[in-house]
């Protein structure tokens, strides 16, 4: 079995602008819409953000600039959602909008991250007072704080919101991409029997082909396990976005006012998460019929590109890794700072494995790394 999980950076090495840097500069350019005359708001923001986020930008050009009386169904849509979380005052949307986006900044905006710092703020605050003032100088780079109402209904409902306006970004960015030009030889020569994937977005769907094998059907053999976006504007939002659960036994079972908000929980509402057990599942089980010989047996290889192995996805990693006969992790390596990304993801695992499981893994050669530049 060959499996493949992906994450946000399959989409960034395929040229497509779905970080939340990107989607958080499309949303303070299009705020600026409806407010600003026509010709006002897109020069600024062209002015602005051009250089750093040209995508973004042409992006909104087509889509609104260029026909602002002839809207599509999704570009109505996402002005509409935005309009009325701004009215609201959307907490989530209020918080990106404070974020540094200039080409200077050095800090990535990260909206699990973000979700984290209120909520686990929320959790552990032994103050009973409203509001909470929680500081988010930690967050984006800067002396700043917020007040958040103890209202963890009000602000799910927002965080409903916020993933609508996600999803619609994302629509309304393969409406306006036809074609995804920047493929990888690797993904066209290696056939995966599985897909596993942590994005909302069908890119490899798009562009690349599964291998065909048994009766199983196509949709049988991928999984995205915080769903996917949907194919129209009306339908129901199915996507998981949130965090993971840093409450331990006993208190992660019992103090369960903001259990919505942690992925686990998302995951059961959506339907999401379980397909790639039902994947090694059916190995162990067709292993098992061959007897004992582990000769006749057939392998679980996991390639792992483009996640950055972050906690948050703790549960579901593991398992993975562990389950899996071998396990390659492919790594971005940057021209400057070579180190800084496999050093970070070591430190993850180290989170989601331990430190022994770890050093067993990589010591059998069970788990292996390898920078991007390998699969050239």
Known sequence: MELLVIGNGF???????????????????????????????????????GESYPQVINLIKLAYYEQPGNLSPVAAKLAEVLGNAINTQNIWVKILSMYDLSKQSERWVDCEEMIYVVISSLENSPSVLDPVTISLTALIGKCEHICITRNPDTLFKQLDELKT???????????????????????????????????????????????????????????????????????????????????????????LEYAQFKKYFQRIICKTGAEYQNWFQKIDKENGRRGGCTNNHELKNTTIFGHSLDVTDKDILKDIILQSSQTTIYYHEPKEHTSEVLNSYILNLIQILGKEILIQLTNSDKLIFKPTSALS
Request: hydrophobic share 30%; proline share 2%.
């Open 11 to 49: 989409d960034i090495a395929h040229g497509l602008p779905t970080k939340y840097n990107d989607f958080t500069c499309f949303l303070r350019c299009l705020t600026r819409r409806n407010n600003w005359e026509s010709g006002q708001w897109f020069r600024k923001s062209n002015t602005e953000f």
């Open 165 to 255: 306006l996600f999803d619609l970004y994302l629509q309304l960015m393969f409406e306006n991409q036809k074609n995804i030009s920047n493929t990888l030889n690797f993904f066209e020569e290696k056939k995966f029997d599985y897909v596993l994937s942590f994005n909302y977005t069908d890119t490899y769907e798009r562009i690349y082909k599964i291998n065909e094998k048994g009766t199983e059907s196509k949709k049988a053999r991928e999984s995205y396990i915080h769903g996917r976006i949907r194919n129209d504007p009306d339908s129901s939002v199915n996507i998981v976005l949130g965090i993971h659960d840093s409450l331990e036994e006993p208190l992660c079972n019992t103090n």
